[in-house]
Nanobody, 123 residues
Framework: QVQLVASGGGLVQVGGSLRLSCVVS????????MGWFRQGPGKELEFVAA????????DFADSVKGRFTISRDNAKNTVYLQMNSLKPEDTAVYFC????????????????WGQGTQVTVSS
């Protein structure tokens, strides 16, 4: 059974940084493209970033491009989301997800999901 455990969320001031981690167990991590999504208060779930199984390809939502980076360590079964220059509108629960096919932006493409980690950006 594939499980994803996200961590690293917290309270940060505007302009600050956080790094989220997501550890995958129960499957072959290098088979998965990985993604991060978020759901802000009263908002729909939205795509944030994705990375291919090899790490060679990445994709970012326009709202985070230039501020967030995504990376992975296949030896540690872990994907990271480095978030810099955080804004109040980045406040959300962040979810990691695993895709057996390829990196994508649609939630429907992802096969497995983690439990979410709260990020709150205060002004």
């Amino acid at each position: 059974q594939v499980q994803l455990v996200a961590s690293g969320g917290g309270l940060v001031q505007v302009g600050g940084s956080l790094r989220l981690s997501c550890v995958v167990s129960g499957g072959t991590f290098s088979n998965f493209a990985m993604g991060w999504f978020r759901q802000g208060p009263g908002k729909e779930l939205e795509f944030v970033a994705a990375i291919s199984w090899s790490g060679d390809s990445t994709d970012f939502a326009d709202s985070v491009k230039g501020r967030f980076t995504i990376s992975r360590d296949n030896a540690k079964n872990t994907v990271y989301l480095q978030m810099n220059s955080l804004k109040p509108e980045d406040t959300a629960v962040y979810f990691c997800a695993a895709d057996l096919m390829r990196l994508g932006r649609s939630r429907d493409e992802y096969d497995y999901w983690g439990q979410g980690t709260q990020v709150t950006v205060s002004s």
